[in-house]
């Protein structure tokens, strides 16, 4: 069955610190790869988005995500964490060109950012 | 712009009570998604539309469960009776087929949900 994976549950990074937030995904094929954000209370902002080419993808807030197939994977990067990246995180996956569009999400991983 | 908007932001109803949540998409999206999210299960999937017609209502958990999209600015998702097992945050996206450089994708925008509690 098509999957996506978040290992970590929840992260905890200082301040200043790099990050990295892990994703796996199981599919037929090469889906299309998304990264959301959502804030307490708030609902989900998309982050980036990976269909095809230039496997290191750049996204808002200064995050960064690659694709790596041989892994089945598209981990979330940023070099330097800030207090307001607190938040929680979502890889999700689409098999699908367009017409259809519907994602399956990971459970999600909780980021807590020590000062 | 506007994003997408759902109401009620907070609904709290004793077990058995009819509970409708609204939804108004972004004005030009074509599709429109309701999500469930709770800490058991994360994000599901519940139904989505497309230009208002439903095309798969396979992630509905039962009969008690439904959904409608009357107009391309407005979609109900409606639990009748409701369950303390429905509590859960629901939320309702939107989205619009992009052309890019591989072919068609599809961008979803979330409202900020609505928190459910059923007593």
């Known amino acids: 069955a098509q999957s996506v994976t978040q290992p970590d549950i929840h992260i905890t990074v200082s301040e200043g610190a790099s990050l990295e937030l892990r994703c796996n995904y199981s599919?037929?094929?090469?889906?299309?790869l998304f990264w959301y954000v959502q804030s307490p209370g708030q609902g989900l902002q998309l982050l980036l988005k990976y269909f095809s080419g230039d496997t290191l993808v750049q996204g808002i807030k200064g995050f960064e995500a690659e694709f790596k197939r041989s892994q089945s994977s598209f981990n979330l990067r940023k070099p330097s964490v800030h207090w307001s990246d607190a938040a929680e995180y979502f890889c999700a996956a689409s098999n699908y060109g367009g017409s259809q569009g519907n994602l399956i999400f990971g459970k999600g991983t909780k980021l807590s950012v020590k000062p | 712009d506007a994003g997408v908007i759902q109401s009620p932001r907070h609904e709290v109803t004793e077990m058995g009570q009819e509970v409708t949540l609204r939804c108004k998409p972004i004005s030009g999206h074509d599709y429109l998604f309701w999500y469930r999210q709770t800490m058991m299960r994360g994000l599901e999937l519940l139904i989505y539309?497309?230009?208002?017609?439903?095309?798969?209502d396979s992630g509905m958990p039962e009969d008690r469960f439904s959904a409608k999209m009357p107009n391309a600015s407005f979609s109900t998702l409606k639990i009748q009776p409701s369950e303390p097992r429905d509590s859960a945050v629901y939320f309702c996206a939107s989205s619009l087929v992009r052309a890019g450089e591989s072919g068609e994708y599809n961008e979803q925008f979330f409202g900020p949900g609505t928190r459910l509690t059923v007593l």
């Open positions: 599919y037929g094929a090469t889906p299309y």
């Open positions: 539309f497309n230009n208002n017609v439903p095309i798969d």
